[in-house]
């Protein structure tokens, strides 16, 4: 129910999927899979329902009504949507881009078209540790962190090879399609991270996270 809300409001949330199918085999699947397919298809033919009356088409949920920037007019209407050649492009804003020291306030120059979430975010930089066997000792936590992984993959695999970055941003706004993931595995990792590590990276991530509001504020102005 709660991720067909999701849906709801964003449709990339249907790529949640395999950590749900996760979840109901690790809950007996007999007895709540009928259910699930019941509900995710109702909201399925509710949306599409919603999209006909208001765009005439079930499947046209208001992007052949979308202007798009001036930035994207020429490759979006070159490769479309959704094209491998944004890869590099995307990969690089969205996980590479670290903002520039400078010596005057903000003291970081921001890249209005993005930055890496692992700057702007580097709490994050610790969910490489989920890598650990530790975290796959039993049937449970393989398939959680199976599903959680894969619907990463999936997330990420569609927001590289998307025609836009976000544009005129602070860190990567699209990441936060993937953001709830990363929480329920970082949830995991921190337990066997010293206080002494996390602290600081919290403590970074707010400094940045403040300075990028201001730098944001004084752009948008």
């Known amino acids: 129910f709660f991720l067909g809300l999701a849906l709801s409001t964003k449709i990339t949330y249907f790529l949640y999927l395999p950590l749900f199918i996760a979840v109901s085999f690790i809950n007996k699947p007999r007895k709540h899979i009928l259910l699930f397919v019941f509900i995710l298809t109702s909201f399925f033919l509710g949306l599409g329902i919603y999209n006909y009356l208001r765009f005439g088409s079930f499947l046209d949920n208001g992007f052949s009504y979308q202007n798009w920037a001036p930035r994207y007019v020429e490759s979006g209407s070159k490769y479309g949507y959704t094209n491998i050649s944004y890869v590099p492009h995307n990969f690089y804003y969205m996980i590479l881009n670290i903002p520039a020291l400078m010596n005057s306030y903000p003291y970081f120059n921001f890249d209005h078209e993005g930055n890496s979430f692992l700057a702007t975010s580097p709490l994050f930089i610790l969910l490489f540790l989920i890598l650990n066997p530790a975290f796959w000792k039993t049937k449970i936590e393989r398939k959680f962190n199976f599903g959680i992984l894969f619907s990463i993959f999936l997330i990420l695999s569609f927001l590289l090879s998307y025609f836009a970055t976000g544009w005129w ?48 504020m004084n752009i948008a102005l």
């Open 169 to 216: 941003q602070f860190g990567s706004r699209y990441v936060l399609d993937v953001i709830p993931l990363f929480m329920l595995l970082l949830a995991q990792v921190v337990r066997k991270v010293s206080l002494l590590i996390i602290i600081p990276f919290v403590i970074i991530s707010i400094i940045i996270n403040i300075l990028g509001d201001f730098w944001f």
